[in-house]
């Protein structure tokens, strides 16, 4: 919980009457809210930078503002913070002056003067992909002379040929395959179960792993899962992680890559009709 500042009666008359209505909004967000400390903080610096921007502007009450104080406001965000950035400030100031509005800091205006202003729009950012190319240098990279490789090899190839994250991958089971439909099952989130297409490539590297290598990597503890890893157990999440960060280093990708990446290129070059 947040120290609690100058709460007493005594101490109230001391205190300016926006720090008081500051303090009671945070008291509000702790007591009703139940918000996190850090969270409560984070409000409570946003006002304070809010309060010094007003005084700046020689606007010495949060209940004076105009509209046209608002407006330099929000240039202010614009330009001294991203986007996100500027929308979670943005937020927490409108949210005080609805609790304002509602204990009658506002009877003169009668309204939130906030309520007709619109947060930043969220820059969004387009995933990164990978080009048909860089899969094709990724999976060539991995050298298929030992077990390990080919399971590499047959892992990616699966990932890419079906769009899988991570978890599904994890947790695919040589019972789920099935070569004569081109289809494999897979349990996402929620365990919800999903069909899914696989292409004659990956098919074939999974039935060359699953003869040549799999067999070498199994033991009493590999269940039935599909991708194992030395100790004979179903690969973690932070293998796929590592197995794909080295094979796209050595391949001299640039780009940042994580597994979900493969899932992005594979839909991308679906819909651009790069790979059937």
Not at 5 to 31: C, M, T, Y
Not at 178 to 185: A, K, L, Q, V
Not at 239 to 244: D, F, G, S, T
């Amino acid at each position: 919980m947040r120290k609690k500042k100058n709460r007493s009666v005594a101490g109230e008359e001391q205190i300016h009457p926006d720090n008081k209505q500051i303090d009671l909004f945070l008291l509000h967000l702790e007591l009703e809210k139940s918000l996190s400390e850090n969270t409560v903080k984070s409000y409570e610096f946003d006002l304070h930078k809010f309060k010094d921007f007003l005084n700046s502007l020689k606007v010495l009450s949060f209940t004076d503002l105009d509209e046209n104080h608002i407006e330099k406001f929000l240039a202010y965000l614009r330009k001294e913070y991203k986007s996100s950035s500027g929308a979670r400030i943005l937020s927490a100031i409108r949210q005080f002056y609805d609790f304002m509005l509602d204990n009658g800091y506002l009877v003169k205006k009668g309204y939130n003067p906030f309520e007709n202003f619109d947060a930043p729009k969220l820059e969004r950012k387009l995933p990164v992909v990978l080009s048909y190319e860089e899969v094709e240098k990724i999976l060539k990279c991995v050298e298929v002379t030992d077990s390990l490789g080919l399971r590499d090899r047959a892992l990616l190839e699966t990932m890419y040929a079906c769009g899988l994250r991570v978890s599904e991958v994890t947790g695919l089971k040589s019972s789920n395959i099935f070569p004569d439909e081109g289809i494999i099952r897979v349990f996402g989130k929620g365990s919800k179960e999903r069909i899914v297409p696989i292409g004659k490539e990956a098919l074939k590297w999974i039935d060359t792993y699953l003869k040549s290598s799999r067999i070498n990597l199994s033991n009493k503890n590999s269940e039935d899962y599909l991708f194992l890893n030395w100790r004979g157990k179903k690969l973690s999440r932070m293998a796929v992680w590592n197995i794909l960060d080295k094979y796209s280093k050595k391949a001299k990708i640039e780009k940042q890559i994580h597994p979900h990446i493969l899932r992005h290129s594979f839909a991308t070059h679906l819909l651009e009709g790069e790979r059937i």
